[in-house]
């Protein structure tokens, strides 16, 4: 199985300051058939159903404000809030579709400083 | 509107069996892979069992192979999940959850239900 580890577990950001969440795979997500890297991220506030924020590692689902950005390839990803909302408080989990067992990060606590 | 609504949570004994389902709305169902991810309380997301948009193609995760059932009745709109020999770690939220891609699979997830709570314990 692909285990995939985020980084840091919790982040406290100021409101307007950009976040920075890590995940890490534990082999490749690209496949080179068609240079695509099998990575999503979600959202996930209390008592709610994770949301789609990214896929493809960099695509962002539609209706996701272009504040959410996620990039890297291969092994290493980020996701960026680039001026932290309120509302962005949560926890955020990326996941891998490249092999099965689709697995997910043990997810990152965003808090507001 | 789109929508997945689950039900058949609850409390159940170490052994029993509980059936799940997910009510889709809002979409063409035959069209899309379905799928149950489980969160067990104040824990992370794990994948449990994948059916394709014709039924044809199961798969399940190690952990609970053997023991429960996914499938599909495409003319109600309408994902089960039969759970049997639960254990207490089985306990969590249940979710489904849709493929984005008519009928190809990519097992990413752009619609998600509210979930239901299945809490195995004696």
């Known amino acids: 199985d692909i285990v995939m580890t985020q980084s840091p577990d919790s982040l406290a950001v100021s409101l307007g300051e950009r976040a920075t969440l890590n995940c890490k795979s534990s082999q490749s997500v690209l496949y080179a058939s068609n240079n695509k890297n099998y990575l999503a991220w979600y959202q996930q506030k209390p008592g709610q159903p994770p949301k789609l924020l990214i896929y493809?590692?960099?695509t962002r689902e539609s209706g996701v404000p272009d504040r959410f950005s996620g990039g890297g390839s291969g092994t290493d990803f980020t996701l960026t809030i680039s001026s932290l909302q309120a509302e962005d408080a949560a926890v955020y989990y990326c996941?891998?579709?490249?092999?099965?067992?689709?697995?997910f990060g043990q997810g990152t606590r965003l808090e507001i400083k | 509107q789109v929508q997945l609504v689950e039900s058949g949570g609850g409390v159940v004994q170490p052994g029993r069996s509980l059936r799940l389902s997910c009510a889709a709305s809002g979409f063409t169902f035959n069209n899309y892979g379905i799928h149950w991810v489980r969160q067990a309380p104040g824990k992370g997301l794990e994948w449990v069992a994948m059916?394709?948009?014709?039924?044809?193609?199961?798969y399940y995760a190690d952990s609970v192979k053997g023991r429960f059932t996914i499938s599909r009745d495409n003319s109600k709109n309408t994902l089960y999940l039969q759970m049997n020999n639960l254990r207490p770690e089985d306990t969590a939220v249940y979710y489904c959850?849709?493929?984005?891609?008519?009928?190809?699979?990519?097992?990413?997830?752009?619609?998600w239900g509210r979930g239901t709570l299945v809490t195995v314990s004696s």
């Open positions: 059916v394709s948009y014709d039924g044809d193609n199961k």
């Open positions: 493809w590692a960099s």
């Open positions: 996941q891998q579709y490249y092999s099965s067992p689709i697995t």
């Open positions: 959850a849709k493929d984005p891609t008519v009928t190809t699979s990519f097992w990413y997830f752009d619609l």
